[in-house]
């Protein structure tokens, strides 16, 4: 794996500690690579894209599509013109439950199911969507062992099911979803049934391919994968996107306008009104190269090597209930220690040097059903360390020998 060396701010010191920086699932530290890519971008590019006849417009709109061809090969999708540009997962789902509430694809009585740990951003839209329509939104509840109840599921499928909205891997647990098997059972419960899958935990950490998956909307952040704030992905089945009515309105989202009437752009401007984004989008193209030349699956196997080493660690520690099985999770450890309060291990730990997150991290929810307030998040990353984690779970006990 790439070292720390290549990501500036991981020199940082905290007091007299070095910094070690689990705080990953809330978003990645960016390596020279992609800040790099940055910076060429403004002293070499910066320009309007798409309706410039000048030099710097024809490169920069050569960089920004070329960047859609990037997204297009790392989801492996049929065609760039399903990868819509977005601000992040939270735009891309706000977007799709915006659109499909213009539509006239859900009426009253119609169901959306979603899961039990899911973030606020794939339950709220949801439910405005559920107001404007008259739809129903129906969580899938999890199993004593906080996994995905597949048992629940497949008895809440029903004719009036229109939409499941999962997450590939909980941002609150670090449980895998089945997510395959999910699209597979609302598939064949009803081939109309769309599915979105909430990618914001698994992109940086996992090979994801949308046609294998077979689901009709892939979201993620590009600042959870080594890309800036601001910048994320929408991808669709074209032929979805094509027949759903635009979003907003405004330059490039049109092909005509006159004060009779407007005529649309295709695919996938029709999506992406007003400038986008530019330099941001360009430079997750690169962070997207990034973890492809990192090669996700070894990505994934030096990431498991930490969680098993941190799990384990915390086991032997003791008095640590640790949220989920030990096996099938994502790159992430939340732990709850009874008698003492997330947030003040949570400072104990940033005083020592240890960034972790701490709180109910957008999944209210799922703590009302846990009956806790919030958990003491570890998340990991590819250039993190077996040493990190060992200095981690030092200092954990340390802080957890003060607290109790």
Not at 2 to 30: E, F, H
Not at 168 to 182: E, F, K, M, R, T
Not at 372 to 377: A, M, Q
Request: aromatic content about 8%; charged content about 15%.
């Amino acid at each position: 794996m790439d070292s720390s060396a290549s990501y500036p701010i991981l020199a940082t010191r905290v007091g007299k500690a070095p910094l070690v920086y689990l705080d990953n699932a809330a978003t990645t530290q960016k390596p020279r690579q992609v800040l790099r890519c940055e910076l060429e971008y403004y002293e070499k590019m910066n320009s309007n894209i798409h309706r410039g006849a000048h030099y710097l417009s024809r490169l920069s709109t050569e960089a920004h599509e070329q960047a859609r061809d990037t997204v297009a090969l790392f989801l492996h999708a049929a065609s760039a013109r399903e990868i819509v540009f977005t601000a992040g997962t939270t735009a891309g789902i706000n977007l799709v439950a915006q659109v499909l509430a213009l539509s006239s694809l859900f009426c009253a009585g119609d169901e959306i199911l979603v899961t039990t740990d899911a973030h606020h951003s794939n339950i709220v839209p949801w439910q405005m969507l559920c107001q404007r329509t008259g739809a129903v939104l129906k969580p899938i509840p999890l199993t004593p062992e906080l996994t995905f109840d597949m048992h629940a599921y497949l008895r809440m499928l029903s004719p009036r099911t229109r939409l499941v909205a999962v997450p590939y891997i909980s941002n609150a647990l670090g449980v895998i979803n089945p997510v395959p098997q999910i699209i597979e059972a609302a598939k064949r419960n009803n081939p109309a049934t769309m599915v979105l899958v909430d990618g914001a935990q698994s992109t940086a950490h996992m090979a994801v391919d949308v046609q294998a998956l077979g689901c009709d909307f892939y979201v993620f952040s590009g600042h959870k994968v080594y890309a800036p704030t601001g910048t994320g992905i929408l991808w669709g089945r074209e032929e979805l996107l094509d027949r759903l009515p635009p979003w907003q309105g405004g330059g490039e989202m049109i092909k005509e306008v006159s004060f009779s009437g407007t005529t649309y752009n295709d695919l996938p401007f029709k999506y992406e009104a007003g400038t986008p984004n530019i330099c941001g989008n360009i430079v997750l193209a690169e962070a997207l190269r990034y973890v492809m030349e990192q090669g996700l699956a070894a990505i994934d196997a030096h990431e498991q090597s930490l969680t098993r080493r941190m799990y384990e660690g915390l086991q032997a520690i003791g008095g640590i209930d640790i949220l989920g099985p030990k096996e099938n999770r994502g790159a992430l450890i939340s732990v709850v220690v009874p008698g003492v309060h997330h947030y003040d291990l949570g400072t104990l730990l940033d005083q020592m040097g240890i960034a972790v997150r701490t709180g109910h991290h957008c999944c209210q929810p799922l703590m009302q059903y846990l009956g806790i307030t919030g958990t003491t998040r570890y998340s990991f990353a590819l250039y993190n360390t077996a040493e990190e984690v060992d200095r981690a779970l030092s200092c954990t006990e340390r802080a957890l020998n003060m607290l109790r």
